[in-house]
């Protein structure tokens, strides 16, 4: 049996010695025997954007290592990506949609924003890069974020491809940074610098370069070494639950709701521009 361990969500390869498993595609992920930290990196060129096979991959990963009992976790991306953390969902997988395929995502994407936003070890991401869209939400279910700096963005900017960002996106943010900045932020699809975003609470640390941001991740989730997991468990669950039990109880209506709005005329018209804008 291994020892409780908390989770880093971050982008390297090299600084985990004592692996226990890893995942050739997609995701790499490895658990720290000493230390009991798993370390998660999304590896996903050219930008990491979420697809239907990667959330797959996402949430299967934490439910295994929510049984495997960790420490800790840490979520990041590959190194090699040089720039970006997570460019956001797919936007290919809503653009033009097989409809049973779009269910399934959408199904996807609330399960797994349940598993990583309700995890009972504590989570960091190492944002390495810029994390637009569903990349700050994963970014956002971590306990604590540390972002390299100074030249890159993070934000909910679904309004500025025509889109609404669902409740529980929104609800996400106001528990970090409170409501009033966060209506401000969703509504403008704003995104922030790295100084910005420390500065209004979106992340908790910044850092010049990924190794030192690494650190500070791996500082904080030694900071829960004399506390009892089941101590932590409990009181992250009275803090997260008002927000998570939203959507268990109307996930059929969310899912009926964002798979009939994204096949509107005017969304579909809406993410094909916004998609012709990001070709180079
Ligand atoms: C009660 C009412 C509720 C109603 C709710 C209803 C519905 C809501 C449901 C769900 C909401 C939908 C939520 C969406 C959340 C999102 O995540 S949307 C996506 C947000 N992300 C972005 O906007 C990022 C876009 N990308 C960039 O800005 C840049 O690519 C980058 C990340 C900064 C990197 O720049 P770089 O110069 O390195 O790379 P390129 O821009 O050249 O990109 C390379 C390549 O990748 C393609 N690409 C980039 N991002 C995406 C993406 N998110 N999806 C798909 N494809 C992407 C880009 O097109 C390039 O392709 P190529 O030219 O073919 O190589």
Same mark, same amino acid.
């Given at each position: 049996?291994?020892?409780?361990?908390?989770?880093?969500?971050?982008?390297?390869?090299?600084?985990?010695?004592?692996c226990r498993?890893?995942?050739?595609?997609m995701?790499?992920s490895t658990?720290?025997?000493k230390?009991? =930290? $798993?370390?998660?990196i999304?590896?996903?060129?050219? !930008?990491?954007c979420?697809?239907?096979?990667? +959330? /797959?991959?996402?949430?299967?990963?934490?439910?295994?290592?929510?049984?495997?009992n960790?420490?800790?976790?840490?979520?990041?991306?590959?190194?090699?990506?040089?720039?970006v953390?997570?460019?956001?969902?797919?936007?290919?997988?809503?653009?033009?949609?097989?409809?049973?395929?779009?269910?399934?995502?959408?199904?996807?994407?609330?399960d797994?924003?349940?598993s990583?936003?309700m995890?009972?070890?504590?989570?960091?991401?190492?944002?390495?890069g810029?994390?637009l869209?569903?990349?700050c939400? =994963? $970014?956002?279910c971590?306990?604590?974020?540390?972002m !390299?700096?100074?030249?890159?963005?993070?934000? +909910? /900017?679904?309004?500025?491809?025509?889109?609404?960002p669902p409740?529980?996106?929104?609800?996400?943010?106001a528990?970090?940074?409170?409501?009033?900045?966060?209506?401000?932020?969703v509504?403008?699809?704003?995104?922030?610098?790295?100084?910005?975003?420390?500065q209004?609470?979106?992340?908790d640390?910044?850092?010049?370069?990924?190794d030192?941001?690494?650190k500070?991740?791996?500082?904080?989730?030694?900071?829960?070494?004399?506390?009892?997991?089941?101590a932590?468990?409990?009181t992250?669950?009275?803090?997260r639950?008002?927000?998570?039990q939203?959507?268990?109880?109307?996930?059929?209506?969310?899912l009926?709701?964002?798979?009939?709005?994204?096949?509107?005329?005017?969304?579909?018209?809406?993410?094909?521009?916004?998609?012709?804008?990001?070709?180079k």
């Amino acid at each position: 049996m291994l020892k409780r361990y908390n989770i880093i969500l971050y982008s390297t390869n090299k600084i985990v010695n004592s692996c226990r498993y890893v995942s050739q595609s997609m995701l790499k992920s490895t658990v720290n025997e000493k230390t009991g =930290i $798993a370390t998660v990196i999304i590896n996903k060129p050219p !930008v990491n954007c979420i697809s239907l096979e990667l +959330l /797959n991959k996402i949430n299967t990963e934490i439910n295994k290592l929510q049984k495997d009992n960790i420490r800790g976790m840490i979520l990041t991306s590959v190194r090699s990506l040089q720039k970006v953390f997570c460019g956001g969902l797919d936007i290919k997988e809503f653009y033009n949609p097989n409809p049973d395929r779009l269910a399934k995502y959408l199904t996807n994407l609330q399960d797994t924003w349940l598993s990583l936003y309700m995890t009972s070890f504590p989570t960091v991401s190492v944002i390495n890069g810029h994390s637009l869209g569903g990349g700050c939400l =994963i $970014a956002m279910c971590c306990d604590y974020r540390v972002m !390299v700096g100074p030249d890159y963005t993070i934000g +909910l /900017n679904e309004t500025k491809l025509g889109v609404v960002p669902p409740k529980w996106f929104q609800d996400t943010m106001a528990a970090i940074i409170g409501h009033r900045k966060a209506e401000v932020s969703v509504i403008a699809g704003k995104t922030y610098t790295t100084d910005e975003a420390l500065q209004i609470g979106l992340v908790d640390e910044s850092s010049p370069d990924i190794d030192n941001a690494y650190k500070k991740g791996i500082q904080f989730l030694n900071s829960f070494e004399k506390i009892s997991p089941w101590a932590f468990k409990m009181t992250k669950n009275i803090s997260r639950q008002p927000i998570s039990q939203w959507l268990i109880d109307n996930k059929q209506k969310d899912l009926e709701f964002v798979f009939n709005y994204m096949q509107t005329p005017s969304v579909q018209k809406h993410l094909g521009l916004y998609l012709q804008s990001l070709k180079k």
